[in-house]
């Protein structure tokens, strides 16, 4: 099993006991799925900026002011439209990334390869049981 396959499934099993868990692993995969697809729609715009306003701020220091943006938003309660806290959370969490050196980045080390058809049935599953238990359900299929 490769790292990713030994990480997740440690994952999935501290979620099943520990108290809130599956809610907690279900907002973390919630957060990691959208920087992927904002990283796929937008590039790595966020770790290395086009630099057209602030065109002497490094990456770190652009997001810092991203995040100081979405701090005054939520503060005027200014965020129609957007999950202030989720951006947050995101802008965190590239900071992290974009503070962390490239040779200890442990993604470095993950080779990722198309799942087995075991391997999606299971993820399947869980994604379902998670769904089912969230407490979001209502909010994402109104009546």
């Given at each position: 099993m490769t790292?990713?396959?030994?990480?997740?499934?440690?994952?999935?099993?501290?979620?099943?006991?520990?108290?809130?868990?599956?809610?907690?692993?279900?907002?973390?995969?919630?957060?990691?799925?959208?920087?992927?697809?904002?990283?796929?729609?937008?590039?790595?715009?966020?770790?290395?900026?086009?630099?057209?306003?602030?065109?002497?701020?490094?990456?770190?220091a652009q997001?810092?002011?991203?995040?100081?943006?979405?701090?005054?938003?939520?503060?005027?309660?200014?965020?129609?439209?957007?999950?202030?806290?989720?951006?947050?959370?995101?802008?965190?969490?590239?900071?992290?990334?974009?503070?962390?050196?490239?040779?200890?980045n442990p993604?470095?080390?993950?080779?990722?390869?198309?799942?087995?058809?075991?391997?999606?049935?299971?993820?399947?599953?869980?994604?379902?049981?998670?769904?089912?238990?969230?407490?979001?359900?209502?909010?994402?299929?109104?009546?």
């Open positions: 790292a990713f396959n030994d990480s997740m499934n440690y994952l999935l099993e501290r979620a099943a006991i520990g108290p809130n868990g599956k809610k907690i692993l279900d907002e973390c995969l919630n957060l990691a799925s959208m920087l992927i697809e904002k990283n796929i729609a937008y590039g790595n715009s966020a770790l290395n900026p086009v630099r057209i306003f602030a065109r002497d701020l490094d990456p770190k997001i810092l002011v991203r995040l100081d943006d979405k701090l005054s938003r939520l503060a005027r309660g200014s965020a129609a439209g957007e999950d202030v806290i989720l951006d947050l959370l995101g802008y965190l969490i590239l900071y992290r990334i974009a503070d962390a050196p490239a040779a200890t993604l470095d080390s993950i080779k990722l390869r198309e799942p087995t058809p075991e391997e999606v049935e299971k993820l399947k599953a869980v994604a379902a049981e998670t769904e089912k238990n969230s407490p979001y359900q209502e909010s994402r299929n109104p009546a």
